[in-house]
């Protein structure tokens, strides 16, 4: 009796695992799919030369906005801000924290009021580049080039993490950079 049991037990376990390995490659299958859908949707030249690797390697210079007039360093102090832009300063609280936003001509940023880190950039206009020279009004394909590939959540966004910060592509229609953020996570 308790042979039969324990081999009814067995069977019952095996089919449950193999109902189980079966969902998880058809949910495996439909999420590549997904994705391959995902990546159609863009404009036919936004990924043809695109390198379909992993995403090239950042460091802790791909989170700095640097040109002549301007540095921002992400995770840097507010007072090492340099720029020559003209701000509106504003106070925001939300639920989680209470924070400054400074909105500068080309960009805006937020800060930590207690010890003024800066933890969200976000450009607003072709005038600044990342560091890798990728601005708004690029292709998609031109931050792939410069990046490496990596898939979306949609068509329209495409994060790079590094080290408890990301940097977000938002793409547009025809497939071109139409904003991007930084932000400390």
């Known amino acids: 009796m308790i042979k039969a049991k ?11 695992l193999t109902s189980c390995a079966n969902d998880f490659q058809s949910t495996s299958e439909r999420h590549e799919q997904n ?14 030369n695109a390198d379909k690797s992993t995403p090239v390697g950042l460091s802790a210079e791909d ?8 540095f921002i360093e992400l995770g840097g102090n507010y007072e090492t ?7 509106v300063e504003a106070r925001y609280l939300d639920e989680k924290r209470a ?11 937020s800060t930590e009021p207690v010890n ?39 068509s329209e966004l495409y994060v790079y993490h590094y080290d408890g910060k990301k940097m977000t592509f938002y793409v547009d229609k ?3 950079v139409s904003n991007i ?5």
């Open 6 to 16: 324990n081999l009814l037990l067995a069977i019952v376990l095996l089919v449950t």
């Open 35 to 48: 994705q391959t859908a995902e990546n159609i949707t863009l404009p036919p030249d936004t990924t043809e």
């Open 63 to 70: 989170f700095i906005v640097e040109d002549e007039n301007t």
């Open 81 to 87: 801000l340099k720029t020559s832009e003209e701000i």
């Open 99 to 109: 924070y400054d936003t400074y909105v500068y001509t080309n960009f805006i940023i």
């Open 116 to 154: 003024n880190t800066i933890w969200f950039i976000n450009l607003v206009t072709f005038e600044l580049k990342t560091s890798r020279g990728i601005s708004i009004g690029d292709s998609i394909s031109d931050v792939f080039e410069k990046y490496g590939f990596v898939d979306g959540d949609s």
């Open 174 to 176: 025809d497939g071109k």
């Open 181 to 185: 953020i930084f932000e400390i996570v």
